[in-house]
C-alpha cells in the first residue's frame, strides 16, 4: 500500500455519533422553534384579550360615569320640582 490505511472502524463510529448528535440537535433545534411560535401565537391572543377587556371596562366606567350625571340630574329636577310645588301650596 501507499502508506495510508484506510479509515478504522473506531472513526467511522465516531462519524455515525456526530451525525446522531446532529440530527439530535436539529430535532431539538426544530422543536423549540416550534413551540417558541406556539406560545408567540398564544401570548398575542391574550395581548388581544387584554387589550378588549380594557376596552369594556373604559366603555363600562364611561357608561356609569354618564348614568351617574343623569341620575344627580334628575335629583336636582325632582328637588325643585318639589320646591316648586311647595312653593304654589304654601303661597
Known amino acids: 500500500m501507499n502508506g495510508h490505511s484506510a479509515p478504522s472502524s473506531s ?11 446532529d440530527q439530535e ?21 391574550k395581548c388581544g384579550d387584554y387589550e378588549n377587556e380594557v376596552e369594556s371596562r373604559r366603555t ?10 343623569e341620575m344627580v340630574s334628575m335629583k336636582q329636577a325632582s328637588v325643585w320640582k318639589l320646591k316648586r310645588i311647595l312653593m304654589y301650596w304654601l303661597d
Open 11 to 21: 472513526y467511522e463510529d465516531r462519524l455515525q455519533g456526530f451525525r446522531r448528535s
Open 25 to 45: 440537535r436539529d430535532a431539538l433545534v426544530t422543536e423549540l422553534i416550534t413551540k417558541y411560535a406556539e406560545l408567540q401565537t398564544r401570548y398575542d391572543e
Open 60 to 69: 363600562w366606567q364611561n357608561n356609569a360615569k354618564m348614568y351617574e350625571r
